[in-house]
């Protein structure tokens, strides 16, 4: 199984603070790399797919970057709303495999 | 507009079956693939399964082969997760999701999930 490693676990940032969220995959999985946001008793969303494509909807600060084995995640100003925790998972093979997570909270 | 509504969670003993379903609606159901995903309380998201637009093809995570069966019924919009020989360690929020293509692994869309624990 494709393991992915996401760091760090956890972070509480100011609003208006750039965060940055790395994922990293045990192999080669170019681009085949989607990010979700998951808010406290809801389902998640995807954010990101193909490592770098902003969904339809999702704003603008959200960007992705990364290929092969190292992904990232950034928001570029962090907005209270944005108060989550965000997964990464591989798309490359089966077993689908998700990071561990990251918990985004409000300083 | 894609909605995703699970049912059938409840409690349940070890070692016994128990069925979910999800209606899917907002979309043309039979061109998509659909996924299973669970989340222990407190944990992260735990793959489960995928079935093909088709139903032609499924896989499933390593810790519940041979006792889950996903399926589909496209005339009906829904898709099944029967889950026989029941362990304590599924007990999780258990997730229908809609991949972005008939035949793929990545997920778009979610539902809000379905309780199911495994309590004697």
């Known amino acids: 199984d494709i393991q992915m490693t996401q760091s760090p676990s956890s972070l509480s940032p100011s609003v208006g603070d750039r965060v940055t969220i790395t994922c990293r995959a045990s192999?080669?999985?170019?681009?085949?790399l989607n990010w979700y946001q998951q808010k406290p008793g809801k389902g998640p969303k995807l954010l990101i797919y193909a490592a770098s494509s902003l969904r339809s909807g999702v704003p603008s600060r959200f960007s992705g970057s990364g290929s092969g084995t190292d992904f990232t995640l950034t928001i570029s100003t962090l907005q209270p709303e944005d108060v989550a925790s965000y997964y990464c998972q591989q798309s490359y093979r089966t077993p689908v495999t998700f990071g561990q997570g990251t918990k985004v909270e409000i300083k | 507009q894609v909605q995703l509504v699970e049912s059938g969670g409840g409690v349940v003993q070890p070692g016994r079956s128990l069925r979910l379903s999800c209606a899917a609606s907002g979309f043309t159901f039979s061109s998509y693939g659909m996924h299973w995903v669970r989340q222990a309380p407190g944990e992260g998201l735990d793959w489960v399964a995928v079935i093909w637009s088709d139903g032609s093809d499924k896989y499933y995570t390593d810790s519940v082969k041979g006792r889950f069966t996903i399926s589909r019924d496209n005339s009906k919009n829904t898709i099944y997760l029967q889950m026989n020989s029941l362990r304590a360690e599924d007990t999780a929020v258990y997730y229908c999701?809609?991949?972005?293509?008939?035949?793929?692994?990545?997920?778009?869309?979610w539902g809000q999930g379905t309780l199911v624990t495994v309590s004697s």
């Open positions: 999701a809609r991949d972005i293509a008939p035949s793929g692994l990545n997920i778009d869309y």
């Open positions: 192999q080669n999985i170019n681009n085949y």
